[in-house]
C-alpha cells in the first residue's frame, strides 16, 4: 500500500491552505455494530422525533464492547487500520532509523521538534537551530507535464525538508549575538534543474543579546533583500569560515528530512492510540 | 550594474567576496562594469550535464558562456536601447574542474580569475574556433590580464595562450 498520507500536502502546518483529503463518506460515521440488546420493535423511532447521527450521540460505554468510555465509530475503525497501514509503510521507507550525524563537529540537541547544532571553534560559540515544523515545501504534480502513458504513482516525489535556520556566532566573553536567518530556496513552480539559486541565503541579520531569549524587535535587523551583493558575500563566507557552508546546508536537509520523518511516524503512533483509546 | 556570484557546488570551499573582487577588475578592464553579469560556479556533474545538452559534449570542462546579445563582433560593446538589455549573460565556471587541473606553482584564484576572463570576452563575441579569431581573442586577454597584473602584481596568462 502506498504512503497516500506522505503524498497530499498535510492540513496541518502546510502553506498550501484549503488541500484537504478528501472526507470520508457517511456510513462511516455510523457507530459499531453492536450486539442487539433490545428487540427490534423497541428500537423504532417515536413519529415526529429526530434521529441524532452516531457521532452526536450522549457520550456512554463503548459499543464495541472495550469498556474504556470512549467512542469507537467504525469510521475510527477504519482510521486505525488505515493508520496501521500507514505506520508500516512510512517506516519502510524510512531512510534513516537513527539521525544522520553532521561532519565537522557539530553537537546536536533535540528538543522535540527543535534542533541545536552548536560548535565551539577558537574562541567561538556558534549555534544553528532549526524547526521541522512547516519545513516541508509543498510539492507540485505537474500534470500538465506528464508524459503519456507514466503513471502517478511513479512519480511521487521524495519529500525533503528544508527548515529556515537561525546561525548565532557569540565571542567568547562577549554578550553580543550576531544572529543571521538562513533560508534554503523555494521552489519555483515550472522551475526545473536549471535553477540558479544558491544552496541557502541569509535573509536578515541582527545582534542580539545573548541574556535575552526573545528577539528583540528594536534591534536593526539588516534585510539581504537590497543588499550591495559584495557585503552579502563576505558574510556568507563569514558562516562558511564558521562551518556554515554548503556542505553544512546539504547536510542540515538530510537531518531535518530524518528528524520529520520520525516525528510525523511518532505522531501517527500518537494519533492511532488516540483514536483507538486503549 | 549588478555582477550576481552564486556558488551551486560543495565540492570545492570557494572565498566569494574574493573571486567577486577579481571578476570585478576583469569588468572594469574591459570597460563592462554597467552591464549585468552573472558568475554561477558548479561542480563537474553540473558543468558536464550543461556541456552535453547546449554542446553536446558528456564531459565536464571549466567556463562555459551564455551570452544575453548573441552575434556581438568580437569585442563589440553592446548598445542596449532598454536599461534591461544592460546585460552580458551568465558565466558557469566549473570550479571542481578547474581545482582539479590546478597545477601545484598556480594560484587557484588566479586560474578562476584567468577562466572567467576567457568567459567574459565569449560573452563579447570572442570566438576561437579559427587561429584568426583565436588571434584576437588572445590578444584581449593578454590586454585585460595584463592590465590586472599591474594593480596585483601577478602575471597572469590568458587561458588559450596554447591552443593554436
Not at chain 1, 511513479?154 to 536567518?181: H, I, R
Request: net charge negative; hydrophobic share 35%.
Amino acid at each position: 500500500m502506498l504512503p497516500l498520507l506522505r503524498c497530499v500536502p498535510r492540513v496541518l502546518g502546510t502553506a498550501v491552505a484549503g488541500i484537504r483529503a478528501a472526507a470520508p463518506s457517511l456510513p462511516l460515521l455510523q457507530p459499531a455494530s453492536r450486539p442487539c440488546a433490545r428487540p427490534f420493535g423497541l428500537l423504532s423511532v417515536r413519529a415526529g422525533s429526530v434521529q441524532l447521527p452516531g457521532l452526536l450521540r450522549p457520550w456512554g460505554p463503548c459499543g464495541c464492547g472495550c469498556g474504556c468510555g470512549g467512542l469507537h465509530t467504525e469510521g475510527d475503525r477504519a482510521f486505525v487500520e488505515f493508520l496501521n497501514d500507514e505506520i508500516k509503510e512510512e517506516k519502510k521507507i524510512q531512510k534513516y532509523k537513527s539521525l544522520p550525524k553532521m561532519s565537522g563537529g557539530w553537537e546536536l540537541e533535540v528538543n522535540g521538534t527543535e534542533a541545536k547544532l552548536v560548535q565551539k571553534v577558537a574562541g567561538e560559540k556558534v549555534t544553528v537551530t532549526f524547526n521541522i515544523n512547516n519545513s516541508i515545501p509543498p510539492t507540485y504534480d505537474g500534470e500538465e507535464g506528464t508524459s503519456e502513458g507514466q503513471k502517478v504513482e511513479e512519480q511521487e516525489p521524495e519529500l525533503t525538508s528544508t527548515p529556515n535556520f537561525v546561525v548565532e556566532v557569540v565571542k567568547d566573553g562577549s554578550n553580543k549575538a550576531l544572529v543571521l536567518d538562513c533560508h534554503f530556496p523555494e521552489d519555483e513552480i515550472g522551475q526545473e534543474e536549471e535553477d540558479q539559486s544558491d544552496i541557502f541565503s541569509i535573509k536578515e541579520v541582527s545582534f542580539q543579546s545573548t541574556g535575552d531569549s526573545d528577539w528583540k524587535d528594536t534591534n536593526y535587523t539588516l534585510s539581504t533583500d537590497s543588499l550591495d551583493w559584495g557585503l552579502y558575500d563576505h558574510l556568507m563566507d563569514f558562516l562558511a569560515d564558521r562551518g556554515v557552508d554548503n556542505t553544512f546546508a546539504d547536510e542540515l536537509v538530510e537531518l531535518s528530512t530524518a528528524l520529520e520523518h520520525q516525528e510525523y511516524i511518532t505522531f501517527l503512533e500518537d494519533l492511532k492510540g488516540f483514536v483507538k483509546s486503549q | 550594474m549588478s555582477l550576481v556570484v552564486r556558488n551551486l557546488q560543495r565540492a570545492v570551499p570557494l572565498r566569494r567576496a574574493r573571486l567577486r573582487e577579481n571578476v570585478q577588475a576583469v569588468r572594469r578592464a574591459l570597460g563592462v562594469q554597467r552591464f549585468d553579469l552573472g558568475v554561477i560556479c558548479v561542480d563537474n556533474r553540473k558543468i558536464q550535464q550543461i556541456n552535453r545538452i547546449y554542446r553536446d559534449k558528456n564531459t565536464p570542462t571549466d567556463v562555459l558562456s551564455f551570452a544575453f546579445h548573441e552575434n556581438l563582433k568580437a569585442g563589440e560593446i553592446p548598445q542596449p536601447d532598454f536599461p534591461d538589455d544592460y546585460n552580458l549573460g551568465d558565466i558557469f565556471l566549473g570550479v571542481e574542474y578547474i581545482f582539479q587541473h590546478c597545477k601545484e606553482n598556480e594560484d587557484y584564484y588566479d586560474i578562476l580569475t584567468v577562466t572567467a576572463t576567457h568567459g567574459l570576452c565569449h560573452l563579447l563575441g570572442f570566438t576561437h574556433s579559427t587561429e584568426a579569431e583565436w588571434r584576437k581573442m588572445y590578444q584581449k586577454e593578454k590586454q585585460v590580464l595584463e592590465e590586472l597584473s599591474r594593480h596585483t602584481g601577478t602575471r597572469l596568462q590568458p587561458l588559450i595562450r596554447d591552443l593554436f
